[in-house]
């Protein structure tokens, strides 16, 4: 009876934590947090979540992924929630984000500020050697930038209060 119980609690716990997005049940509501501790739970899963804009980047994998450098630009970006004023954070970037070059927002892509906020819909399409391979189908940019020196502001602040 409690392997009942706790298989229970577990799977509601599991099942809050990727509730569907608004109005569509298709889109589940997420972090990329979530997303890269068990990226083989939402492959083939359309996900919704926020992110800070790192970098366009050259990634790609064309044999072992639909990924390729012709037609797909590849960008970086944080988790919204990661402190990346923090060395170990700031270093563990999020690469395999993936925006097709037919996408009609695609200069727009090219125009994003690093540390600006996006709201990304797209498809885990791959889990190709254990990191999740998204393909970002709408992005749109949210309130709440950060910049260089608030960065370095709250790493000034929290090494401080460590010597304290």
Known sequence: M???A???????????AVAPAGDDPKIVATTLS??????ESY??????????????????NPFFT?????????????ADEQPIWRKVDYDDL????F??????????????????RLQLTGWV?????????IEVKTFARVDGKVNTATLAHLYRGEEHMKRR
């Open 2 to 4: 409690r392997n009942l």
């Open 6 to 16: 706790t298989a229970v609690l577990g799977a509601v716990g599991v099942l809050s």
């Open 34 to 39: 979530a997303i890269r501790q068990t990226p």
């Open 43 to 60: 492959k083939g899963v359309w996900v919704t979540f926020t992110v800070q804009f790192a970098a366009i980047g050259r990634l790609q």
């Open 66 to 78: 639909e990924f390729v450098a012709s037609e797909f630009a590849n960008f970086h970006a944080w």
């Open 94 to 97: 999020f690469g395999t984000l």
């Open 99 to 116: 925006l097709s070059k037919e996408h009609p927002e695609l200069d727009a892509l090219f125009h994003i500020d690093p540390y600006e």
């Open 125 to 133: 399409r791959s889990t190709f050697q254990g990191q999740p391979w």
